[in-house]
């Protein structure tokens, strides 16, 4: 997918101006409150109008104030997610969900309505009414129906923002799924580094109605690390493990790690704050933390008065966070071998 988009548009103090070309299927829209975010949005789905600007979808113009053309919401062939799912109360979720199928033209109509409905479990769901639904019932329909309308382009307006941690988890896989399967690129807007991480591969970050930077999740999340109460958050997907008492223990790099509680999941997501790993330069005599990990010291930067070291375990990369006087006292430079121990209560199950 290509969008280039060149806008302006005014409300009083705010201005958003914005001229970027993204080119990637799965990009990111990152900034606080009151940044422009559903404003460019809007712009972009044809619901509001910049005063100045042009937008181009894989080489077709969308808007162009010189020329005087707005092709209209419709006929932009553009999904959105919102927040809230606002579905049709008075149609039940098969006719919901086919609503956006109906609009779309014939030749349009490539996706499968029950392979859709599978990936997003909700075949079951079909003849119920909207109403009896439960909060991620909701959010699945609204996205089985912004997906069937077969979009070139899904826009999300923090599509996860008002969902509890548990569910946010299951709905991000859903929409991964429903949007690799049938390869829709999509926009995907929040102020979550993590929900960037899970969801992009690239970000554009908005500032006071500007875009201020292009960047990667990851380093996202490095500049980010020092300033942010959660620290740097560690993703680790882990698979092969066995139970030993009260704890999981899994196969990862050339270690095992052991995670408190059981997990009968095959596969599961965790997450591990940069600031629950504890750095020794020698190998600790005895220790109460479950896990230590021999780790080569794979890299080395700043964010927010804090340093973080990226430790390279075999193949597998963590990053701690750690106060500047513990980079000399600890003589941390790039090559040097530290010993990282982990809490097996540290690890937090995301999905
Ligand atoms: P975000 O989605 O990043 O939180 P918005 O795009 O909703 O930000 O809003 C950006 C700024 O534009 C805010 O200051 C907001 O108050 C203002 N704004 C948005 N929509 C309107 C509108 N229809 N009328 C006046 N001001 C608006
Ligand atoms: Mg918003």
């Known amino acids: 997918m290509e969008l280039h988009i060149a806008l302006q ?3 009083g103090s705010f201005t958003l101006d914005v001229d970027s070309t993204l080119h990637g299927n799965r990009i990111g829209l990152f900034g606080p409150s009151g940044s422009g975010k559903s404003t460019l949005v809007s712009l972009i789905a044809g619901l509001q109008q910049a005063e100045s600007g042009r937008i181009l979808l894989d080489g077709d113009l969308l808007y162009d104030t010189n020329r005087r053309i707005n092709v209209s919401p419709d006929k932009r062939r553009i999904g959105i997610i919102f927040q809230r799912p606002h579905l049709f109360p008075h149609l039940n979720v098969k006719n919901n969900l086919l609503y956006g199928f109906k609009r779309s033209t014939a030749g349009n109509r490539t996706i499968d309505f029950d ?3 599978d990936v997003l479990r909700i075949s079951h769901l079909l003849d119920r009414g909207v109403n009896n639904l439960s909060g991620g019932e909701k959010q699945r329909v609204a996205i089985g129906r912004a997906v069937l309308s077969n979009p070139r382009l899904l ?3 923090e599509p996860l923002s008002g969902l509890d941690d548990t569910l946010r988890f299951q709905i991000i896989s859903y929409l991964k799924s429903a949007c690799e399967i049938f390869a829709i690129p999509y926009f995907f807007i929040s102020h979550s580094i993590l929900e960037m991480r899970l969801m992009t591969d690239q970000v554009l970050s908005i500032e006071q109605g500007r875009i201020i930077e292009e960047t990667t999740p990851e380093h996202l999340s490095r500049i980010h690390m020092g300033l942010n109460p959660a620290g740097y958050v560690n993703l680790l997907k882990l698979a092969s493990s066995y139970q030993l008492e009260d704890m999981r223990v899994y196969l990862w790099g ?4 052991f995670i408190s509680g059981k997990n009968d999941q095959p596969d599961s997501l965790f997450e591990l704050s940069s600031k629950d790993i504890i750095l020794f330069k020698r190998h600790p005599e005895a220790i109460s933390a479950r896990n230590l990990l021999q780790c080569v010291v794979t890299g080395i ?3 927010g008065g804090k340093v973080g070291i990226e430790l390279g375990c075999g193949d597998e990369r963590l990053v701690a966070e750690v106060v500047h006087q513990v980079v000399g006292e600890l003589d941390i430079v ?9 809490k097996a209560s540290a690890f937090r199950r995301l999905g």
């Open 254 to 257: 050339n270690a095992e790690l």
């Open 9 to 11: 548009k005014n409300f």
């Open 334 to 342: 790039v090559g040097s071998t530290v010993f990282a121990a982990i």
């Open 301 to 303: 930067f700043e964010s």
């Open 155 to 157: 826009l999300m307006d």
């Open 115 to 117: 392979t859709l409905a």
